[in-house]
């Protein structure tokens, strides 16, 4: 099996920053691509940031030029940086791979989640 163990977030003031990490380790043979997403109270979940194994990244909208996304594959880790961080985006944030196991097969996992609150 294959698990994902992310950074503890925390709380932040508006206009600050925080790096997110997110480490896979199991059962793997590859990883895919990883990626950020979000979940803010009476919101649904939402994609931050996604990047492949190739190094692409797309980013939500609400993000773009604020956060940056990227891995270290000799770690099988993806990072989230968050700069200028405003009170929208406080949310519990997931890492998200997929990821080929030695049985040759390619599926999603998810971490538990950290809670990132922005405010003053």
């Known amino acids: 099996q294959v698990q994902l163990v992310e950074s503890e977030g925390g709380l932040v003031q508006p206009g600050g920053s925080m790096r997110l990490s997110c480490a896979a380790s199991?059962?793997?043979?590859?990883?895919?691509?990883m990626g950020w997403y979000r979940q803010a109270p009476g919101k649904q979940r939402e994609l931050v940031a996604r990047?492949?194994?190739?190094?692409?990244?797309n980013y939500a909208d609400s993000v773009k030029g604020r956060f940056t996304i990227s891995r270290d594959n000799a770690k099988n880790t993806v990072y989230l940086q968050m700069n200028t961080l405003k009170p929208e985006d406080t949310a519990v944030y997931y890492c998200?791979?997929?990821?080929?196991?030695?049985?040759?097969?390619?599926?999603?996992?998810w971490g538990k989640g950290t809670l990132v609150t922005v405010s003053s």
């Open positions: 199991g059962n793997i043979f590859r990883v895919n691509a």
């Open positions: 990047i492949t194994s190739g190094g692409n990244t």
């Open positions: 998200n791979a997929n990821i080929r196991t030695y049985l040759l097969v390619d599926e999603d996992y």
